[in-house]
């Protein structure tokens, strides 16, 4: 039995992680890597600490509009998947690999299965949703993360096609969070490069929303800046499209109280999280991090797709009030929970018994 898995941005990669681990205790496991993301920042590091095998194929297609990105990935899947003949094609999130990696296995007659089907902004202005979307009705097989995901999918007439398998991003931070903790190193290192001797938030911001308007970024960036306390600054770890973004727009990320740094590695990342005050960001997967590991957070969106941090009070939207970052993140009621609305760290295990029963089903 042979499963592929096609990934080609940071959050897939961590995502590939514990399900690479489990395929390849079942199957033949291959990985398309489509080169969406390129920088060895946000790709190599990924494969280098999360000891996932290299990639089959790398298709290096890297950055271009939606539109021709995910038509020069379609083309060259298409191909991948004619030569390798999977009998089932596995496809992660929400980015323009997922749709294409999907629209070329379907049209082939391949079987697809979608991991973290059924999230939903109800944003159609994001790329991400129109590529969940479609992918998860042309999928076969819709592996859903958490109940609501679940109840997303009913509503559109999906529940057939769809299994509750938890998420695979508790699998991996779980891990890696027993990792950093048995290793027992010294300061993060990020910390020690730049300076930051106490307290710190954590901050990240990559959506097109936040970073392609340059009225908006700028309004952005002074709320992360309003996070910052004396003693505390903010760390800000500035993604590729955020410094490029802000340099073409002549806005400065540098501001009083805020430390910018680049991306860093899943390791790095989980160490930073566990010993931050709190969090500012817009990325999906960091919201659910920092509730995993229980630091407030304050999301600069006005919707989420893990709507369970929000109901917990560890998590506040605020895009409609940037201004007011720093003092929503020190309101934070943040109330004591064992609820565990992402699983219990073993999705993986399941998500790869249903993918094998997906493939074995049309052979
Ligand atoms: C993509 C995903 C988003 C995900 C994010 C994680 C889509 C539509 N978006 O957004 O869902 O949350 O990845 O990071 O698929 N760039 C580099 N180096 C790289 C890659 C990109 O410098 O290795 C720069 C380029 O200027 C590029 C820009 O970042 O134009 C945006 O990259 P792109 O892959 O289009 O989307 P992301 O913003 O990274």
Redesign the pocket.
């Known amino acids: 039995m042979k499963i592929m898995s096609v990934v080609g ?3 897939q990669f961590v995502k590939l992680a514990p399900m690479a681990r489990a395929l390849a205790a079942r199957c033949t496991h291959l990985v398309v890597h489509t080169g ?4 060895p920042a ?2 190599t590091v990924f494969f280098d600490e999360l000891e996932i095998p290299r990639p089959d194929d790398h298709l290096d297609i890297g ?1 271009a509009s ?1 539109g021709a ?1 995910t038509g020069r990935m379609l083309e060259e899947l298409e191909a991948v998947m004619t030569r390798r003949r999977p009998d089932a094609v596995l496809v992660y999130g ?4 997922t749709l294409a990696a999907t629209l070329a296995a379907v049209k082939l007659g391949i079987p697809v299965a979608h991991l973290e089907a059924g999230l939903r902004s109800f944003d159609r202005s994001m ?2 949703e129109h ?1 969940r979307v479609v992918t998860d009705h042309a999928a076969d097989l819709l592996l859903a993360p958490t109940a609501e995901a679940v109840s997303h999918l009913a509503r559109e007439g999906l529940a057939g096609r769809t299994r509750l398998v938890g998420d695979v991003m508790t699998d991996v931070l779980l891990r890696v969070r027993d990792q950093v903790a048995a290793a027992e190193e010294a300061r993060p290192e990020t910390l020690l490069r730049h300076g930051i001797e106490g307290g710190y938030v954590l901050a990240t911001l ?1 959506r097109p929303a936040n970073t392609d308007d340059p009225v908006r970024l700028a309004e952005v960036l002074d709320g992360v800046a309003t996070a910052a306390t004396p003693g505390a600054p903010v760390l800000l770890l500035a ?3 955020l410094r ?1 973004r802000a340099r073409a727009a002549g806005v400065a990320l540098e501001r009083p109280g805020v430390v910018v740094a680049p991306p860093v590695g899943y390791q790095e990342l989980v160490r930073l999280l566990g010993g931050a005050d709190g969090v500012v960001t817009d ?1 999906g997967g960091l919201q659910k991090e920092a509730f995993l590991l229980r630091r407030p957070c304050v999301t600069v969106r006005s919707e989420t797709e893990w709507p369970e941090t929000v109901d917990l009070h560890w998590n506040e939207l605020v895009g409609e009030r940037p201004w007011s970052i720093g003092a929503r993140l020190a309101a934070l009621g943040c109330d004591e929970t064992d609820d565990e609305p992402y699983g219990d760290g073993h999705a993986a295990d399941r998500a790869a018994d249903a993918v094998l029963g997906l493939a074995l089903s049309r052979r």
Do not use: M, V
């Open positions: 941005a940071r959050p969406q993301h390129y920088d946000l790709s950055s939606h990105q929400d980015t323009n690999s790329p991400e590529n990559h993604h590729p499209r490029d990325s």
